[in-house]
């Protein structure tokens, strides 16, 4: 088990922002992962890459998962650790001529926060190819739960509601052809880096796609592409994107987050909800 005191947050969180961590702890597999849940640690992330560390850090410990990785195929079965980012698990498939996983490549995170979030994108979704999972339970057990007991949803998950965790999962996949596979993920790769402000700090979509519409259209229908509180911005390229443009704090993009949430209930009636977690003092 690798250890740090007094960790500086902001340099793993996507955003670049926050304060540090009385202590951060880095297992390197997943039974280290599932003592660190047995001795009572209980705010577990995978790179931080959808959380807003407070910028008064974190009291008491922190656990990433980053570093829990390894995957196997079996058949058209990949199973993925925690710790695997969603990019790593597309290459992997890839390389094994196993198509569906495509839409992963290039999601920031890592497959736990991938299962925690249902994350998706480009018309996929997490749900739709995950097999099974083993999951540490409230508990405190190790078990293993089908597809069909994991609640999925729009951006939702048994695990939020019941503080499951994510050990390992199993991905069932379909035979394709490897050119094939790295072309649909070059495409798209290419939407991404056309639309998307990849060049500056941010956790991605901020908010959850609202029934019937797109949180970006909506905000940048209220005027506030561009809008900015200190050095947090709503990006010009995306506005469903706050950026970290340069010296922002974690209080600057709660306080952005809380500007366009209030200015777009005022003027469309949509209240927009956020997609990324907090952690750490208020």
Known sequence: MRTEKNAPLAKRSSFRTGGRADLLLLPQNVYELANCLRGG????????????????GVRGAVVLT??????ERCGNVITACC???LSAFANFAQANS????????GIPGTVGGGVYMNAGAYGGEIKDILKSAVLFSPEGKIVSLENADLEFGYRRSLLQREKYVLLKADFEL?????????ARMKE?????????????PSC?????????????????RCGLKGARV???????KHAGFIINAGGATTADMLALTALVKRTVAEKTGVVLEEEIRFAGEE
């Open 41 to 56: 640690e209980d705010r577990v992330f995978g790179c931080l890459s959808n959380t807003l560390v407070s910028d008064k």
């Open 83 to 85: 710790g695997d980012t």
């Open 66 to 71: 980053v570093n829990v990785r390894g995957m």
């Open 98 to 105: 196993l198509t569906g996983a495509e839409f992963c490549y």
């Open 204 to 220: 991605g979509s901020v908010f959850k796609r609202p029934e019937g519409n797109f949180a970006g259209a909506l905000i940048e």
């Open 188 to 200: 798209l790769m290419a939407r991404r880096r056309e639309k998307q402000p990849l060049e500056y």
């Open 174 to 182: 379909r035979e394709g052809k490897k050119a094939a596979i790295r």
């Open 230 to 236: 200190g050095g947090a911005e709503v990006s010009q």
